[in-house]
């Protein structure tokens, strides 16, 4: 579906990519996983065309994204950003049918889809008419999800979707995302940096250190046959974490 050969991304000439070399599965959820800066919004940037790499290629359907058609590639690709990146100033029913406006979409086909859309998102139809500092940081992900969603992509791309959620609603969002993911049967590529995360919703794991992929396989891959000492490290940090928690809390 995606293909990276050979992807390298330098700022300011430090390095923030290594070249990678990457093929995400069709119908499959990939998570990109690893510590902060590692590069893993860098990455899905690169994926879906917002940045050029210095080197390499990206593929997208079996075609070279390059600036040309990167725009076209890229309603094919639904983009979530970390953080949502919802338009403050337009409501969540205009921050969801943007695109499909633009690009000339009959009022019929718009309010139809809004219905799939909310069904699908369990998200209220009476919060349609909201501004996004309106709504609850769930809602608002509902919100940034349908908009992704919208032009029915054929690969959803997602950064840190969950990441500003509190415990418990973040909790509840995992279970209804992977649910999403299985029934629309979708090519999703997520970021995140919780481990627990990436094992229940991804299919394959890619754990990422200082812009360079250390491994990629199931989480019982990471944890039984980790491909060097960094993927146990990784783990037990964030095993560590739960366990000091769960002492804290006895
Ligand atoms: P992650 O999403 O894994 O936390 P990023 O991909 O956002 O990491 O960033 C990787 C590295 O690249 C970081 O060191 C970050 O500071 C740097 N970086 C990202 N975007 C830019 C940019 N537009 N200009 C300069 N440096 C950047
Ligand atoms: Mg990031």
Redesign the pocket.
């Known amino acids: 579906m995606i293909e990276l050969s050979g992807v390298s991304k330098t ?2 000439g430090i390095s ?1 990519l290594s070249p990678v070399d990457l093929e995400i599965p069709i119908g499959k959820t990939t998570v990109l996983i ?1 510590p ?8 899905l940037r690169l994926m879906i065309g917002l940045i050029r790499p210095d080197s390499g290629v990206v593929r997208f359907e079996g075609m070279d994204l390059t600036p040309e058609n990167a725009t076209q590639l890229r309603r094919k690709m639904g983009y979530v950003i970390q953080d949502g990146g919802l338009f403050p100033h337009l409501t969540a029913h205009d921050n969801v049918t943007i695109m499909a406006r633009q690009l000339g979409w009959d009022a019929g086909r718009i309010a139809s889809r809004l219905v799939e859309l909310g069904d699908l998102t369990r998200f209220p139809v009476d919060g349609l008419g909201r501004y996004p500092t309106q709504l609850s940081g769930g809602q608002r992900q509902r919100v940034s999800l349908m908009r992704a969603l919208m032009l029915e992509p054929d690969v959803v791309l997602l950064d840190e979707p969950l990441g500003a959620l509190d415990p418990m609603i973040r909790s509840d969002l995992q279970a209804e995302l992977r649910d999403i993911f299985r029934s629309l049967k979708k090519t999703v590529v997520m ?1 995140t940096h919780d481990l627990g995360e990436a094992g229940f919703l991804g299919d394959s794991i890619v754990l ?1 250190r200082e ?1 360079r992929i250390v491994q990629q396989g199931t989480i019982s891959d990471l944890i039984h046959h980790p491909a060097e000492p960094f993927v146990t490290q990784f783990i037990n940090a964030q095993r560590s974490l739960l366990t000091a928690l769960g002492d804290a809390n006895s």
């Open positions: 700022y300011d923030v690893g902060s800066g590692c590069g893993k919004s860098t990455l970021v990422l812009g």
